[in-house]
């Protein structure tokens, strides 16, 4: 049975960083690509980052370049997102997402999703 | 980054009732659309995929449709479970975007 869950959601001041970790089970982890997809307490769902099985390759949403990066420990069956210069705006529910082509880059479909953590940025 | 509009935002309907959510693109996205289906408090659910692809074990109620720039998701007869909000995605291009979701309640 695949399970994503997710951890390293808290609350943090504007400016400051939080470390979130997916820890994954149940398939072959380095096969697939994984993302991070994020939603703002009552809204819709935003695509934030993702990284290709063997890590080699990474994308991001313009909204969080250059503050977040994305990672993985294949050894740990582990992906993360490291978050800095975090905004008010950052403020949601950070899911972790399995794509569902095993052994592409990407593809975007996300066929399993963990429960989500949630970060909270304010003063 | 290609815009999707769902229509309409949110709708009432019974249990059996046959039930239309419609997603344009912006732009031309082939039959990369993908469906998502999220209750409340749970993490989204993914429906159907290139447009017209049933996932996995989920029921053949459900049905996608489109190419191009105008899909749909259909709901061939409403169950209990099925009220939830519906959002629909785009794989083609980088970055990939959700429409602003359908919110499905009982009527």
């Known amino acids: 049975e695949v399970q994503l869950v997710e951890s390293g959601g808290g609350v943090v001041q504007p400016g400051g960083s939080l470390r979130l970790s997916c820890a994954a089970s149940?398939?072959?982890?380095?096969?697939?690509?994984m993302h991070w997809v994020r939603q703002a307490p009552g809204k819709g769902l935003e695509w934030v980052s993702l990284?290709?099985?063997?890590?080699?390759?990474?994308k991001y949403a313009d909204s969080v370049k250059g503050r977040f990066t994305i990672s993985r420990d294949n050894s740990k069956n582990s992906l993360y997102l490291q978050m800095n210069s975090l905004r008010t705006e950052d403020t949601a529910l950070y899911y972790c997402a399995k794509d569902i082509e095993a052994r592409a880059q990407y593809s975007y479909h996300f066929d399993y999703w963990g429960q989500g953590t949630l970060v909270t940025v304010s003063s | 980054d290609i815009q999707m509009t769902q229509s309409p935002s949110s709708l009432s309907a019974s249990v059996g009732d046959r039930v239309t959510i419609t997603c344009r693109a912006s732009?031309?996205?082939?039959?990369?659309l993908n469906w998502y289906q999220q209750k409340p408090g749970k993490a989204p659910n993914l429906l159907i995929y290139?447009?017209?692809s049933l996932q996995s074990g989920v029921p053949s109620r459900f049905s996608g449709s489109g190419s191009g720039t105008d899909f749909t998701l259909t709901i061939s007869s409403l169950q209990p479970e099925d009220f939830a909000t519906y959002y629909c995605?785009?794989?083609?291009?980088?970055?990939?975007?959700f429409g602003q979701g359908t919110k499905l309640e009982i009527k």
């Open positions: 995605q785009q794989s083609y291009i980088t970055p990939p975007t």
């Open positions: 290139a447009a017209s």
């Open positions: 149940g398939f072959t982890f380095d096969d697939y690509a």
């Open positions: 732009q031309t996205i082939s039959s990369y």
């Open positions: 990284i290709s099985g063997d890590g080699g390759s990474t």
